[in-house]
């Protein structure tokens, strides 16, 4: 089993916004603002996409934000895009290992 | 440019070993730390071991504790994981990244590897 809990999948249509969630517990996310999202497509590796729960790489689009509360994060895509179709990972720092929630798909309708 | 660049993998029957290398350029290898991630077919992400810049600290997930062994070789810009005793389970490809500063973050991935533990 993951350490930390997203859904397994969430959809939405062009233009709307969806949030995924990603609960873990008082010794990885409620301990530490070091929750990052990955964006992954089919057969390529991960992108960074956030990092200490809300910071955007360079690059990133300004659709994409983070936020945390207690023991779950949150990752937020506002103006659905065709292109945002993907699997979306968390992951926290845990003290001495890093852990990745299961992945959700996300499905532009 | 950052590249990252993974090698080593394969078919390998159970019990059997293996080592990846990573190698890495267009950055200053020895000030970042550097991690091992796998993903199983079909499944998702999963944090294999992390290793310091300096390679004075080492972390391993608890699945591959006692089995792997992750190391750094910061005069050729490389990176290791010596697999023992291989399981299944260990099927996956191997992702080498980079973590970013403090951020305990993977800004670089490399393209994977897969590693087939099979009889």
């Known amino acids: 089993q993951s350490a930390l809990t997203q859904p397994a999948s969430v959809s939405g249509s062009p233009g709307q916004s969806i949030t995924i969630s990603c609960t873990g517990s008082?010794?990885?996310?409620?301990?530490?603002?070091?929750v990052s999202w990955y964006q992954q497509y089919p057969g390529k590796a991960p992108k960074l996409m956030i990092h200490?729960?809300?910071k955007r790489p360079s690059g990133v689009s300004n659709r994409f934000s983070g936020s945390k509360s207690g023991n779950t994060a949150s990752l937020t895509i506002s103006g659905l895009q065709a292109e945002d179709e993907a699997d979306y990972y968390c992951?926290?720092?845990?003290?001495?290992?890093?852990?990745f929630g299961g992945g959700t798909r996300l499905t532009v309708l | 440019e950052v590249q990252l660049l993974e090698s080593g993998g394969g078919l390998v029957q159970p019990g059997g070993s293996l080592r990846l290398s990573c190698a890495a350029s267009?950055?200053?290898?020895?000030?970042?730390?550097m991690s091992w991630v796998r993903q199983a077919p079909g499944k998702g992400l999963e944090w294999v071991s992390a290793?310091?810049?300096?390679?004075?600290?080492?972390q391993y997930a608890d699945s591959v504790k006692g089995r792997f062994n992750i190391s750094r070789d910061n005069s050729r810009d490389t990176l290791f994981l010596q697999m023992n005793s291989l399981r299944a389970e260990d099927t996956a490809i191997y992702y080498c990244?980079?973590?970013?500063?403090?951020?305990?973050?993977?800004?670089?991935w490399g393209q994977g590897i897969l590693v087939t533990v099979s009889s």
């Open positions: 990244a980079r973590e970013w500063g403090y951020s305990y973050s993977f800004d670089y």
């Open positions: 290793i310091s810049g300096s390679a004075d600290s080492t």
């Open positions: 267009g950055f200053t290898y020895s000030s970042h730390a």
């Open positions: 008082s010794s990885n996310v409620g301990s530490y603002n070091l």
């Open positions: 200490e729960v809300s």
């Open positions: 992951c926290s720092y845990g003290g001495f290992r890093r852990v």
